[in-house]
């Protein structure tokens, strides 16, 4: 089993910024595609952004073009969602999901597609 352990989310106003961690397995981290979802209450998990493998492929869903970055270190085992201009919209639970693969520049953007998933983090964005 793959544990994933989401961190950084919190409470913050609008026009200000967090950024998300999310540790994944030691050893074999770079053979994961990488993604962060969120769901609202009251709404489906929607992806937000999505890593390959060597990180070199980047996916961001148009709602957060433009403010949010993903990143990884596979030195650190770890995955980053730098979320900038945070608006109230972008309040939901973040969860960061790992797929297995072994193409280093595969996207992967729907979440029946990923394995493993996080416990996910709260963000809230008040107005």
């Known amino acids: 089993q793959v544990r994933l352990v989401e961190s950084g989310g919190g409470l913050v106003q609008a026009g200000e910024s967090l950024k998300l961690s999310c540790a994944g397995p030691?050893?074999?981290?770079?053979?994961?595609?990488m993604g962060w979802f969120r769901q609202a209450p009251g709404k489906e998990r929607r992806s937000v952004a999505a890593?390959?493998?060597?990180?070199?492929?980047?996916y961001y869903d148009d709602s957060v073009k433009g403010r949010f970055t993903i990143s990884r270190d596979n030195a650190e085992n770890a995955v980053y969602l730098q979320m900038n201009n945070l608006k109230p919209e972008d309040t939901a639970v973040y969860y960061c999901?790992?797929?297995?693969?072994?193409?280093?520049?595969?996207?992967?953007?729907?979440?029946?597609?990923?394995?493993?998933w996080g416990q996910g983090t709260q963000v809230t964005v008040s107005s």
């Open positions: 890593i390959s493998r060597n990180g070199k492929s980047t």
């Open positions: 999901a790992a797929d297995p693969t072994p193409f280093e520049y595969r996207i992967v953007r729907i979440a029946s597609d990923y394995d493993y």
């Open positions: 030691g050893g074999t981290f770079r053979n994961y595609a």
